[in-house]
């Protein structure tokens, strides 16, 4: 009969688990902090401007949000959000329903509502079942770095 694992045994390989999870996590997801956004050339977002992104349609905007993305997006989003094969959802695509909605009103609901997901998303990025699946930007990003990158990817949405 096999004698039974002495404690001090099964401490040991608990303490060996517990190292092995905690450099999992130690390995966890972050936002590069590294990455710098100079929008002093943008307008700058008025404290009360209207909601949604004030940089819809601005070409300069959209350069800044390429050369952003590329920095901060592109490991897990694919190069100018190209996706081939990485982590992330292709976002390109993100921008395909309101387009199709007729009603004004309704699609300019639709396009705000579009706006605050994505701020949202990339300000407190995702975590589900405690693992980070993208990191949270909001440390990094500037509301208005934020809305560079949402202005490139609507002038490159497919
Ligand atoms: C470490 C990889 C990683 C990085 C870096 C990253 N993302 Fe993500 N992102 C993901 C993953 C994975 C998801 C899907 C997560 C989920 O839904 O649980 C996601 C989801 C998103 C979503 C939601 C898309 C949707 O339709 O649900 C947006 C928006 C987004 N990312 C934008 C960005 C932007 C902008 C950046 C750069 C500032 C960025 N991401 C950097 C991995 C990353």
């Keep these: 009969m096999a004698a039974p694992m002495p404690a001090r045994r099964i401490l040991r390989c608990l303490s060996a688990v517990l190292l092995t999870l905690s450099s999992a996590l130690a390995t966890a997801e972050v ?17 009360n401007a209207p909601e949604g992104n004030p940089y819809r349609g ?31 959802p292709d976002l390109l695509k993100m921008d395909r329903s309101c387009p199709r909605i007729a009603d004004p009103v309704v699609r300019q609901l639709c396009v705000l509502d579009q706006d605050d997901f994505f701020l949202k998303s990339v300000q407190d990025g995702k975590t589900r079942v405690g693992v980070v699946h993208m990191p949270a930007w909001k440390e990094v990003l500037s509301p208005a770095a934020i809305w560079t990158i949402r202005s490139f990817l609507e002038s490159s949405s497919r």
Aim: with cysteine; aromatic share 2%.
């Design 31 to 47: 936002a590069d902090p590294n990455v710098v956004v100079d929008t002093s050339s943008l307008p700058p977002i008025a404290v």
């Design 58 to 88: 601005n070409p300069r905007a959209a350069e800044i949000g390429r050369a952003a993305f590329n920095q901060a997006c592109s490991r897990c989003h694919g190069i100018d959000a190209v996706n081939k094969g990485q982590v992330g």
